[in-house]
């Protein structure tokens, strides 16, 4: 089971791009790299999921190097609402495994 | 298309006593997984159900226990409840996995808005 390690914590402006990084040392080859949100009191919203390179959609990109033992989630121009908990996962993709959240990173945004 | 529906979203008990909690799954969803987050402890895993059988578990005592129904609806037990599974109880459904790759493959799970669990 790939444990993932993230920065506790992060504090950015309004406007600000924001880079948060997580490490995956052991990650497997079926193993896909996703992204989740959370708000207080809420549960984590899907973000973004990569397998290798780089994934962009419409919140958010994803940089994964060649080697995938770690990936950066980029919010672009991020405002006051992107405050939130980060969670880093890293799962099959063939099968259901037990995903570990760990302790995510907590994004603050300030204005 | 409506969403992951966990009910109730806040719960009293005292301990000793048991619970039930309820998540109905985005539909077409097969997979119905809980997890339990705590302050202390963060999200983690209780344990995953498939087509009505449970296919994986995480670290919780025997008194936390599944079921899912033919729907693909889900329900989560808590018997003799104690301070410490004050938490909130997420529920998550995800579509099918195949063996084949593609996006049934890739596990996105779609979390409800959780269960509020106190106990006193």
């Known amino acids: 089971l790939a444990k993932t390690t993230q920065p506790i914590s992060m504090d950015s402006y309004e406007g600000q791009e924001v880079n948060i990084t997580c490490s995956h040392n052991n990650i497997a080859t079926n193993d896909y790299i996703t992204w989740y949100q959370q708000f207080p009191s809420q549960g984590p919203r899907f973000i973004i999921q990569?397998?290798?390179t780089k994934v962009t959609n419409e919140v958010a990109s994803l940089f994964i190097p060649a080697d995938r033992k770690s990936s950066t989630l980029s919010l672009p121009r991020v405002s006051l609402s992107d405050t939130a908990v980060y969670y880093c996962l890293v799962g099959d993709m063939y099968s259901f495994n037990k995903f570990y959240f760990g302790s995510g990173t907590k994004l603050n945004v300030k204005p | 298309k409506a969403g992951v529906t966990q009910t109730p979203r806040y719960l009293i008990k005292t301990r000793g006593q048991q619970v039930t909690l309820s998540c109905s799954p985005i539909s077409g969803h097969r997979s119905v997984s809980w997890y339990q987050q705590t302050p202390g402890q963060g999200l983690q895993f209780l344990f995953e159900y498939f087509s009505e059988t449970q296919r994986n578990k995480g670290n919780f005592p025997g008194r936390f226990s599944g079921r899912q129904f033919s729907n693909s609806r889900s329900e989560m037990n808590v018997s003799t409840l104690e301070l410490g599974d004050s938490a909130l109880y997420l529920c998550?459904?995800?579509?099918?996995?195949?063996?084949?790759?593609?996006?049934?493959?890739?596990?996105?799970?779609?979390f409800g808005a959780g269960t509020r669990l106190s106990v006193l």
């Open positions: 998550a459904s995800s579509l099918p996995t195949s063996g084949t790759g593609g996006e049934l493959a890739k596990n996105i799970q779609y």
């Open positions: 990569g397998y290798k």
